[in-house]
């Protein structure tokens, strides 16, 4: 069984300033797939970011990267220019890859993200 | 609009009571699954479906039962047996294969009184 552990309760950054999330994972696969999903207050679950474990190039979307260590099984986000926006709860999570059929994501509890002014 | 339809938004469960939360997809995802979250918790996985008429239990499966019964569709009924229920639920579809990934609905709150 996978287990996906974020040790960071609650995170407070200012705007403009730059913050990482940290998550750290247990599996015995070698092939699977690594996320971050953001929940606002409005509570929707919401795709951040997404990397393959076989690519050893850290994914990046717009302000927000990963440094996936895969050695270590760490899989932390950092977010630049934080905006106000970008508060909200943090859940890494880690799907096992499957071929052909469906697959389920495992998550941590979770990092509230507060940005301030 | 393609996305994820859960319905509906609130719902309050009396002691005893089944209740039956809704859950539409029109993004032609083959997979379909339900999460519950608790306060200050992260997503556990209830059921989860591959494919049309059937599905598999996922991590707290007891006192929840599912069906599918059409490719867009995948009702939980939350059932008296479920003693603690009051939670929010989240549902979910993908496609299968290398690129699948997991998109969720808005949610839905079950409380009950």
């Known amino acids: 069984a996978q287990t996906v552990t974020q040790s960071q309760p609650e995170m407070s950054v200012q705007e403009a300033e730059t913050v990482t999330l940290s998550c750290t994972y247990d599996t015995s696969e070698s092939n699977y797939y690594l996320f971050w999903y953001k929940q606002p207050p409005s509570r929707q679950m919401i795709l951040v970011i997404r990397?393959?474990?076989?690519?050893?190039q850290n994914a990046t979307e717009n302000r927000f990267s990963v440094n996936f260590q895969k050695a270590a099984k760490s899989f932390s986000l950092k977010i630049s220019d934080s905006q106000l926006g970008d508060t909200a709860m943090y859940f890494c999570?880690?799907?096992?890859?499957?071929?052909?059929?469906?697959?389920?994501?495992?998550f941590g509890t979770g990092t509230r993200l507060q940005v301030t002014l | 609009d393609g996305g994820i339809t859960q319905s509906p938004k609130y719902l309050f469960r009396k002691e005893g009571q089944n209740v039956t939360l809704s859950c539409e997809q029109n993004?032609?995802?083959?997979?379909m699954y339900w999460y519950r979250q608790d306060p200050g918790q992260g997503l556990r996985l209830i059921y989860y479906?591959?494919?049309?008429?059937?599905?598999q239990k996922g991590d707290i499966a007891e006192g929840y039962s599912v069906s599918r019964e059409k490719k867009e569709s995948f009702p939980l009924t939350v059932t008296s047996a479920q003693k603690n229920p009051t939670a929010f639920y989240l549902c979910?579809?993908?496609?299968?294969?290398?690129?699948?990934?997991?998109?969720f609905g808005e949610g839905s709150w079950l409380t009950v009184v």
């Open positions: 990397q393959e474990a076989y690519k050893q």
């Open positions: 999570a880690f799907m096992k890859h499957n071929t052909g059929t469906a697959s389920k994501l495992t």
């Open positions: 979910a579809s993908s496609s299968w294969g290398s690129r699948s990934t997991i998109y």
């Open positions: 479906s591959q494919i049309v008429n059937d599905f």
């Open positions: 993004l032609n995802h083959d997979a």
